[in-house]
Protein backbone atom coordinates (compact mmCIF):
# COMPACT_ATOMS: atom_id res chain seq x y z
CA UNK A 1 0.00 0.00 0.00
CA UNK A 2 0.66 3.27 -0.47
CA UNK A 3 3.89 5.32 -1.21
CA UNK A 4 6.21 7.54 -0.04
CA UNK A 5 6.52 11.48 -1.14
CA UNK A 6 10.40 11.61 -1.03
CA UNK A 7 11.00 7.70 -1.86
CA UNK A 8 8.53 6.80 -4.64
CA UNK A 9 11.44 4.65 -6.11
CA UNK A 10 11.91 2.39 -3.12
CA UNK A 11 7.62 2.13 -2.87
CA UNK A 12 7.40 1.04 -7.00
CA UNK A 13 10.68 -1.41 -6.42
CA UNK A 14 8.43 -3.27 -3.90
CA UNK A 15 7.59 -7.05 -4.10
CA UNK A 16 3.84 -6.44 -4.54
CA UNK A 17 1.62 -9.61 -4.80
CA UNK A 18 0.01 -8.39 -7.35
CA UNK A 19 1.81 -5.64 -9.91
CA UNK A 20 -2.08 -5.16 -11.71
CA UNK A 21 -2.55 -2.42 -8.85
CA UNK A 22 -0.97 0.66 -8.59
CA UNK A 23 -1.06 1.62 -4.98
CA UNK A 24 0.52 5.39 -6.20
CA UNK A 25 -2.44 6.54 -7.84
CA UNK A 26 -5.51 5.04 -5.79
CA UNK A 27 -5.49 5.50 -2.27
CA UNK A 28 -8.52 3.32 -1.36
CA UNK A 29 -6.90 1.51 1.49
CA UNK A 30 -5.88 4.38 3.19
CA UNK A 31 -9.28 6.52 3.14
CA UNK A 32 -11.41 3.61 4.13
CA UNK A 33 -12.02 3.55 7.84
CA UNK A 34 -11.75 6.02 10.56
CA UNK A 35 -11.04 3.39 12.95
CA UNK A 36 -8.34 2.49 10.27
CA UNK A 37 -4.92 1.74 10.47
CA UNK A 38 -4.69 1.05 14.39
CA UNK A 39 -1.38 -0.06 15.93
CA UNK A 40 -0.15 -3.36 16.81
CA UNK A 41 2.80 -4.99 17.03
CA UNK A 42 5.15 -1.90 17.27
CA UNK A 43 7.86 -0.95 19.60
CA UNK A 44 7.37 2.28 21.45
CA UNK A 45 10.22 3.35 19.30
CA UNK A 46 8.70 2.76 16.22
CA UNK A 47 5.74 4.81 17.44
CA UNK A 48 8.10 7.48 18.69
CA UNK A 49 8.96 7.98 14.80
CA UNK A 50 5.10 8.77 13.74
CA UNK A 51 4.81 12.46 13.95
CA UNK A 52 2.12 12.97 17.10
CA UNK A 53 -0.04 15.08 14.20
CA UNK A 54 -1.04 11.94 12.39
CA UNK A 55 -1.68 9.68 15.54
CA UNK A 56 -5.06 9.57 16.65
CA UNK A 57 -6.11 11.51 20.11
CA UNK A 58 -6.42 7.42 21.83
CA UNK A 59 -2.84 7.06 20.84
CA UNK A 60 -4.47 3.75 19.57
CA UNK A 61 -3.80 4.46 15.57
CA UNK A 62 -3.14 6.84 12.71
CA UNK A 63 -5.42 9.83 12.97
CA UNK A 64 -8.08 10.27 9.98
CA UNK A 65 -9.82 12.97 9.11
CA UNK A 66 -13.46 11.46 8.07
CA UNK A 67 -12.38 7.86 6.89
CA UNK A 68 -9.11 8.98 5.47
CA UNK A 69 -6.06 8.70 6.97
CA UNK A 70 -4.04 12.40 7.91
CA UNK A 71 -1.01 10.95 6.40
CA UNK A 72 -2.59 10.41 3.35
CA UNK A 73 -1.41 12.89 0.61
CA UNK A 74 -3.04 13.42 -2.83
CA UNK A 75 -5.89 12.41 -4.39
CA UNK A 76 -7.78 9.16 -4.65
CA UNK A 77 -7.81 7.76 -7.56
CA UNK A 78 -5.18 9.95 -9.38
CA UNK A 79 -2.10 10.49 -6.93
CA UNK A 80 -1.22 9.42 -3.54
CA UNK A 81 1.54 9.25 -1.09
CA UNK A 82 2.13 8.01 2.11
CA UNK A 83 3.76 11.43 4.28
CA UNK A 84 5.19 8.65 6.56
CA UNK A 85 5.93 6.13 4.63
CA UNK A 86 8.73 4.89 5.93
CA UNK A 87 7.67 4.60 9.39
CA UNK A 88 4.41 3.47 8.28
CA UNK A 89 2.31 1.39 10.90
CA UNK A 90 2.09 -2.87 10.62
CA UNK A 91 -1.09 -2.95 9.02
CA UNK A 92 0.14 -0.99 6.45
CA UNK A 93 3.22 -2.84 5.79
CA UNK A 94 1.37 -6.06 5.77
CA UNK A 95 -1.82 -4.61 3.37
CA UNK A 96 -0.86 -6.14 -0.21
CA UNK A 97 -2.05 -4.75 -3.45
CA UNK A 98 -5.03 -7.29 -4.91
CA UNK A 99 -5.72 -8.68 -1.18
CA UNK A 100 -9.35 -9.03 0.43
CA UNK A 101 -9.30 -5.49 1.94
CA UNK A 102 -7.17 -4.11 -0.88
CA UNK A 103 -10.31 -5.12 -3.13
CA UNK A 104 -12.55 -4.60 -0.61
CA UNK A 105 -11.37 -1.13 -0.02
CA UNK A 106 -11.37 -0.27 -4.23
CA UNK A 107 -14.62 -1.05 -4.64
CA UNK A 108 -16.54 1.39 -1.94
CA UNK A 109 -14.18 4.03 -3.92
CA UNK A 110 -13.85 3.08 -7.20
CA UNK A 111 -17.34 0.61 -8.13
CA UNK A 112 -16.96 -3.15 -8.42
CA UNK A 113 -14.92 -3.16 -11.41
CA UNK A 114 -11.92 -1.28 -9.42
S1 LIG B 1 -6.43 -0.34 -2.02
FE1 LIG B 1 -4.97 -1.81 -2.90
S2 LIG B 1 -4.18 -0.82 -4.78
FE2 LIG B 1 -5.16 0.76 -3.50
S3 LIG B 1 -3.46 1.65 -2.30
FE3 LIG B 1 -4.42 0.03 -1.06
S4 LIG B 1 -3.22 -1.83 -1.49
FE4 LIG B 1 -2.76 -0.33 -3.11
S1 LIG C 1 -0.04 5.61 7.45
FE1 LIG C 1 0.36 5.85 5.28
S2 LIG C 1 0.07 3.81 4.39
FE2 LIG C 1 -0.93 3.82 6.42
S3 LIG C 1 -3.09 4.38 6.06
FE3 LIG C 1 -1.95 6.26 6.50
S4 LIG C 1 -1.35 7.08 4.48
FE4 LIG C 1 -1.90 4.91 4.22
Known amino acids: MTHSVSSSQDFASQDFASQDFDCQSCGACCAYSA ?12 LDRIPAEYVAADLGGMRCENDRCTALDGTLGRFVACKIYAVRPIVCRTCMPGDDECLIARARHFGAAA
Open 35 to 46: DWPRFSLETDEE
